[in-house]
């Protein structure tokens, strides 16, 4: 089965440092997602992105947070300004339209902000 | 409001013994529902879906979930367990076409 993959698996960065989180979504899929999951948290959504921009973003997803699909095949996540509050589970998923509910997801980037 | 309640964050079975991970959505129209599995480091695989078609939903592994309107339910169901099954699962909920809330997850813990 086609898979979405991020790197890296694990980013140790620097308070105040700015991050970027890597995805490819599967190739033929029209809609990409951000989620994240704090230690012991639920699963929380941030953004959704279709035809080129944000679809529908969280509370969650303030001005730090930026989303782009460069170049027809990765979808990143910046993190302008990150805080201890930010480390998590970042997931990256996609799906390939409207009407396919299945939702696929990549293994995640464990971001760590000392 | 869309809402999903897992109502057990900790299960624990013994290998071969049913298991019965439950779920309780908030909705205001018949939602589309979900079962993802979270195995240690590893993605999120989804499991099995309700799209309102049968309200008895099989999946991978055995597993199986009942859509229960009247109790606005979604528990997930394995007559057997086993080892490999020792995980995280999460009950999503589709609001909206586009945005999937997850349940706080049940840890089901596997004993020999």
């Known amino acids: 089965e086609p898979e979405v993959t991020q790197t890296p698996s694990h980013q140790v960065t620097q308070m105040g440092q700015e991050v970027i989180l890597h995805c490819v979504p599967i190739s033929n899929h029209l809609y990409f997602y951000w989620y994240r999951q704090i230690l012991g948290q639920k699963v929380e959504f941030l953004v959704s992105?279709?035809?080129?921009?944000?679809?529908?973003k969280s509370e969650i997803f303030d001005d730090q947070f930026s989303v782009e699909r460069p170049d027809g095949s990765n979808f990143t996540l910046k993190i302008r300004s990150t805080k201890l509050e930010d480390s998590a589970m970042y997931f990256c998923a996609s799906r390939p339209g409207q009407g396919v509910e299945k939702l696929f997801f990549g293994s995640g980037t464990q971001l760590s902000v000392l | 409001a869309q809402s999903v309640t897992q109502l057990d964050s900790h299960v624990s079975v013994s290998e071969g013994t049913p298991v019965l991970l439950r779920c309780n959505y908030s909705s205001s129209y018949s939602p589309s529902l979900f079962w993802y599995v979270q195995h240690p480091n590893k993605g999120l695989q989804l499991l099995l879906k309700?799209?309102?078609?049968?309200?008895l939903v099989k999946g991978i592994n055995g597993f199986e979930a009942e859509f229960k309107k009247s109790e606005t339910s979604f528990h997930l169901t394995k007559p057997s367990a086993h080892m490999s099954d020792a995980a995280e699962y999460f009950c999503v909920c589709l609001y909206n076409f586009n945005k999937f809330y997850f349940g706080s997850g049940t840890k089901l813990n596997v004993k020999p």
């Open positions: 309700y799209t309102s078609a049968a309200t």
């Open positions: 992105f279709y035809n080129n921009e944000i679809s529908e």
